[in-house]
């Protein structure tokens, strides 16, 4: 069932639900998206909140910019209102710095479960924290002019919001390193060629192209879909033999699933 009114709309996160579909968009367009803690901790909220039936979930972001990374206002002495600084968080101990992080990385984790696939749409900046919040998911349709970027360690920083792990196995060692370490731009003819984007098309086009994406993947069965997606998942950490194994266990889950006899 359709849901026209959203079940999370604050700190410039909106996630809307229709049928096997979400929707969760960024709305701070005015900001170009920057994103804050309170922002993430909406992320990881909207993750918490998908009902059952969603089996795809489509990020976009409202404004000619996908999100232009973290809000400076983190690093002056004020920070944000009822957040500490990150001046602050820097004087705390290791394991209540540790603490703060991983907190802010549940915003980033769940767009990978297993149970759905999740499609980015992306357009103009998507620099660091944008960056990586569009690596979160699974598959990414960019328009023309999306300009990817990694600036932390520009800044003296690393990227730390779950980014790099799918940056090596989207572009591998070499490229990945020489994108963070540079900092510089990567546009959309590279990302579709190095495999980060899945398809480039004109920024006019860009909800348009997630939304037939996200239609094609509805057309497989779920459990199917599910048993593929983690095959894939798992198969950089397994040995070819440990793959072949995992294959064919999936494999008769789905045929004793799909002939209904009971394990």
């Known amino acids: 069932m359709a849901s026209f009114d959203p079940l999370l709309d604050k700190d410039g996160v909106r996630l809307t639900v229709d049928d096997a579909i979400a929707t969760v968009t960024l709305t ?21 909140l998908l009902p059952g039936t969603v089996r795809v979930v489509l990020l976009r972001a409202e404004g000619k910019s996908f999100s232009a990374g973290l809000d400076r206002q983190a690093f002056t002495p004020e920070g ?26 549940e915003g980033f984790t769940w767009w990978r479960r297993s149970d759905i696939v999740s499609i980015a749409a992306v357009q103009g900046h998507a620099i660091g924290a944008g960056f990586q919040l569009a690596l979160a998911c699974d598959l990414r349709v960019v328009a023309d002019d999306v300009q990817f970027a990694m ?23 070499a490229r990945a390193l ?10 959309a003819d590279e990302a579709q060629r190095t495999g980060l984007a899945s398809i480039a098309v004109p920024a006019d086009q860009l909800d348009d192209a997630a939304r037939d994406l996200a239609g094609a993947l509805l057309a497989a069965p779920r459990d199917a879909l599910i048993e ?22 999936a494999q008769g889950r789905r045929l004793r699933d799909l002939a209904g006899v009971g394990e």
Do not use: M
């Open 178 to 187: 020489e994108i963070c370490a540079t900092g510089r731009f990567v546009t």
């Open 28 to 48: 701070n367009p005015a900001k170009r998206n920057a994103q804050s803690p309170a922002l993430w901790r909406a992320l990881a909220e909207a993750g918490q």
């Open 228 to 249: 593929t997606k983690a095959l894939l998942q798992g198969a950089v950490g397994r040995t070819y033999e440990d793959q072949r194994v995992a294959e064919r266990a």
């Open 151 to 173: 600036r932390e360690t520009s800044l003296g920083l690393v990227p730390d919001l779950t980014g790099t792990h799918p940056l090596v196995g989207l572009v591998g060692y």
């Open 80 to 105: 944000f209102d009822g957040e500490p600084s990150f001046i602050d968080l820097a004087r705390r101990s290791d394991a209540e710095l540790d603490a703060a992080i991983a907190e802010y990385q």
